[in-house]
């Protein structure tokens, strides 16, 4: 802070007074450096090599497939979707519904009632991978969630 010697008048022969401007030469000094800076190295920012890049979407993606549901009820009855199936044709009755795509990349969603016996939902899980369909999810629900039952 700079003080300011001022003599005259006072009981003193030296009156100190506290100078209440702000030197803003340093401040100017340095945002004109700043400003040169940014001037010399916009341009350098800028892509000179010119690069013909494809186009972003070439044709429209086919829509995804439709999952594929297995429900599994408390007494063992076993549907795909809406179709009610058994162990020993869920193999066959998946190939038919995925078509030519590759059983070992489809996504297979179960849905098991909370009182299935544990025997009828290996029993799936064993003949979804004897019949090459590796990727399964389980579908559940969050009771602790207000509002659910």
Do not use: C, W
């Not at 000094?29 to 890049?53: C, K, N, Q, R």
């Not at 199936?85 to 489809?106: F, H, M, N, Q, W």
């Not at 019949?131 to 207000?146: K, W």
């Amino acid at each position: 802070m700079a003080a300011k010697l001022a003599g005259g008048g006072g009981s003193s022969r030296f009156s100190i007074e506290q100078n209440s401007e702000i030197n803003v030469t340093p401040f100017v000094d340095v945002m004109l450096v700043l400003l040169i800076i940014f001037m010399v190295a916009a341009p350098l920012a800028t892509v000179s090599i010119h690069v013909d890049l494809p186009p972003a979407v070439a044709q429209a993606s086919p829509n995804p497939p439709k999952p594929v549901y297995i429900s599994i009820q408390t007494n063992g009855s076993t549907f795909i979707g809406d179709s009610p199936t058994d162990l020993a044709s869920i193999g066959d009755d998946l190939r038919k519904l995925v078509g030519k795509r590759d059983p070992t990349k489809e996504r297979i969603f179960i849905r098991g009632d909370g009182n299935a016996m544990y025997k009828d939902f290996m029993g799936v899980m064993n003949a979804l991978q004897d019949n090459g369909f590796y990727s399964v999810a389980l579908i559940g629900t969050d009771d602790s969630r207000p509002g659910t039952s």
